[in-house]
């Protein structure tokens, strides 16, 4: 969830969070940077963005690791992990530095990496899937440390490392409950 500073598109002390434009730079950014920052226009739906970039992540992870066989849904999760989050950090900042925000509501990139990394290793079942959806959702929004501090990290870094780390403590949490048999 993002503070009120953030919505507004100011920090507490009256400033952005990012730098001014360059004089004479186009504020626009590149086609490819915004599909990925707002994951092909999803950040765009309304109410909650990153709840709905949440959603259709875990949906069209759902899809494709019902064609994966057992041995490699973990490996690809993983690696798309990575790529969305590499992929993730340069349009994030080129789409909040055209925008003039720290971290505008419209880039859900970084749900996706969250939601991806919640979804490691999580069998395929209904309610695994939902708790991680569940548990994502609700670490992104409370951000207990250090997922908070994470924020402060400038740019695109910020913007989906806070999201990664949400995704690592829904992470956990499914699989302790997977362990303990609590999801079944």
């Known amino acids: 969830m993002k503070e009120p500073s953030e919505i507004a598109g100011t920090e507490p002390d009256g400033s952005s969070g990012v730098p001014p434009p360059v004089a004479g730079a186009v504020r626009r950014s590149p086609l490819w940077v915004t599909l990925t920052a707002t994951f092909f226009g999803i950040g765009r739906l309304r109410p909650g963005p990153g709840t709905w970039g949440s959603l259709v992540t875990v949906l069209l992870w759902a899809a494709l690791a019902h064609v994966l066989s057992a041995s490699l849904r973990t490996p690809v ?43 490691i290793a999580v069998p395929l079942a209904w309610k695994s899937f939902l708790a991680g959806f569940i548990l994502f959702r609700a670490f992104d929004i409370v951000k207990p440390p250090p997922v908070r501090q994470l ?22 949490v499914v699989h302790l409950f997977l362990h303990f048999g609590l999801l079944r």
């Open 151 to 172: 924020e402060a990290i400038p740019e695109g870094a910020g913007i989906i490392l806070d999201d990664i780390a949400a995704g690592l403590y829904a992470l956990l």
């Open 77 to 119: 999760a993983i690696a798309m992990a990575v790529l969305v989050t590499l992929i993730g950090i340069p349009a994030a900042t080129r789409v909040a530095r055209g925008a003039g925000k720290k971290d505008p509501q419209f880039i859900v990139i970084d749900e996706v990496a969250g939601q991806l990394v919640a979804l």
